[in-house]
């Protein structure tokens, strides 16, 4: 397109104004799968930048919490006697919404560094799939069931309540206070959590055998049944002395 050159000496295209930005036309060559492609990388990372920026919102409030905590002496208050419980049970841990598999981690961290693994057992971040339909497409999807919950089962006690309370992101037990609430059995069957019904020949005051394992072969007098560990605590004689032992169930048999 020919230049011409104005009064002013600026040379400007042939049929565009002075200080008028030309309108760039559509590339028709583009094809609509890669505009369509250019377009989800867009709002991916645009999720993504929204979602750095919350992240870095809910530390910020973990930390806060944890200083206001730490502040008014709730991170030092004690745990209230008629809670301890020396049987396993499944209890509801409360925390930041977003942050239920860290404190899962950090739990279990926990845990092993701890050496805790014969008090707390497991922990868990109920999921279920949920359908979700996205361009005509049906999708599968794992959500969390109750988000801002932790489930952990694990005997009660000052130590372990200690642990799973000062952990990074809980805020504290579902209960009233310093007092946490197992769930029932009523509660646990929709989370997918079933008591296993374990039979056993032998019970409290019961001769028994050890059939395997490091005591193999040593004979014993059954002194308490664990049913969620499915253990049992066996006197055997060790030195002269009557020691107790904690041994499978798997691992006994009643005395003939």
């Known amino acids: 397109m020919a230049e011409k050159k104005t009064g002013a000496g600026v040379r400007v295209k042939a ?15 583009r ?10 990388e867009r709002v ?7 979602q750095s920026i919350q992240e870095e919102a809910d530390a910020a409030a973990v930390a806060a919490s944890l200083e206001a905590q730490d502040e008014d002496g709730s ?5 209230d006697e008629s809670a301890i419980s020396d049987e396993a049970k499944w209890y509801v841990a409360h925390t930041y919404s977003g942050y239920e598999n860290k404190v899962k981690a950090n739990i279990e961290k926990a845990i092993e560094n701890r050496h805790l693994e014969n008090q707390i057992f497991e922990v868990r971040v109920p999921m279920q799939d949920v359908v979700e339909i996205k361009n005509g497409v049906k999708k ?8 801002g919950y932790v489930l952990v089962h694990m005997l009660m006690n000052d130590d372990t309540w200690y642990v ?7 805020t504290g037990f579902v209960g009233p206070g310093s007092k946490p609430v197992p769930l029932t059995e009523a509660e646990m069957k929709p989370l997918g959590i079933r008591t296993s019904n374990v039979t056993i020949d032998f019970e409290v005051g019961d001769n028994v055998a050890i059939v395997a394992g490091v005591w193999k072969d040593t004979p014993g007098v059954v002194s308490k049944i664990d049913l969620s560990k499915q253990t049992a605590t066996i006197n055997i004689e060790l030195f002269g002395r009557e020691t107790p032992v ?10 003939i």
């Open 31 to 40: 094809k609509a799968a890669d505009i369509e492609k250019a377009e989800a």
């Open 75 to 79: 991170l030092g208050e004690q745990l």
């Open 246 to 255: 904690e041994i499978s169930f798997a691992e006994v048999r009643r005395s």
């Open 15 to 29: 049929g565009v104004l002075p200080e008028v930005r030309q309108i760039r036309r559509p590339d028709f060559t």
């Open 164 to 170: 799973v309370r000062n952990t990074r992101g809980v």
């Open 140 to 147: 599968a999807v794992p959500k969390k069931m109750f988000p």
């Open 44 to 50: 991916l990372l645009q999720d993504e930048n929204a």
